[in-house]
């Protein structure tokens, strides 16, 4: 009797873990469909699988989500999915923006070497917008990252956060790994703002030292040094160029 309690005990803990992560991963927000259409729906983020909403979305209507604060019941069916070729992006109800791009990775790691549909997460806008892509996961290893071995979902997760592809786009077809680009291209036509960066005033060339370089990845202080100068690109009214 005390094992059957036990087993009971434990089922009703997995339910109620499962409950609790599915509310934490799914957000509100606004999808762009084609030719102007908009649709609520919760989307889910889950950035230890970030292929799930950069290369596809899962997604639940309002309706089933009311029905799953009730119940606490995610059931499969409730949830739909949706490839990237449907929508043009979407804005999460905290500010986050998700756009649709074509991308090539010239590496021939992250995806195939033909251009691909992807949903990255937008983090510039302008002139010069700027991406994030994230490592696809199968979960526990990363297969980028010299197959790299996590020993709990909060690692992966971190490393995954903390270990990322920029991506920038202004003239060309296709974004481009910020990494193999030659950054004068795209700044060059804004006196104020090469010299910003050629005194290092947004700190970006700190970042070019032997302990910072990762290949085709970024950190978040790459990141932060890198948007200081594209914010400033794009807030300049083109009085400086």
Not at 92 to 108: A, K, M, N, Q, S
Not at 130 to 153: F, P
Request: with cysteine.
């Amino acid at each position: 009797m005390k094992n059957a309690y036990a087993i009971l005990a434990g089922v009703f803990f997995l339910f109620c873990t499962a409950g609790i992560q599915a509310q934490g991963l799914y957000h509100k927000g606004t999808l762009q469909l084609k030719k102007g259409k908009e649709k609520e729906v919760y989307i889910e983020i889950d950035f230890g699988f970030p292929q799930r909403f950069q290369q596809g979305i899962t997604y639940v209507e309002p309706k089933d989500w009311a029905k799953y604060q009730k119940t606490g019941k995610l059931k499969g069916k409730m949830k739909q999915k949706m490839e990237p070729k449907h929508f043009e992006s979407f804005t999460l109800e905290d500010g986050r923006v998700f756009e649709t791009i074509w991308y090539t990775d010239l590496t021939g790691r992250a995806i195939k070497m033909i251009p691909k549909r992807m949903t990255l997460q937008r983090i510039a806008d302008g002139p010069i917008k700027v991406y994030k892509l994230y490592s696809r996961t199968t979960g526990k290893i990363n297969h980028e990252l010299a197959d790299y071995v996590m020993g709990k979902r909060e690692d992966l997760v971190n490393y995954i956060q903390n270990n990322f592809q920029l991506l920038i786009h202004k003239h060309s077809k296709h974004p481009k790994n910020v990494q193999q680009i030659n950054l004068l291209n795209y700044i060059g036509d804004n006196a104020r703002v090469k010299e910003n960066y050629d005194k290092n005033h947004y700190g970006l060339r700190d970042q070019f030292s032997a302990e910072h370089k990762m290949g085709i990845y970024v950190g978040k202080e790459y990141e932060a040094a890198f948007l200081r100068l594209v914010n400033d690109y794009n807030g300049d009214t083109g009085a400086a160029r």
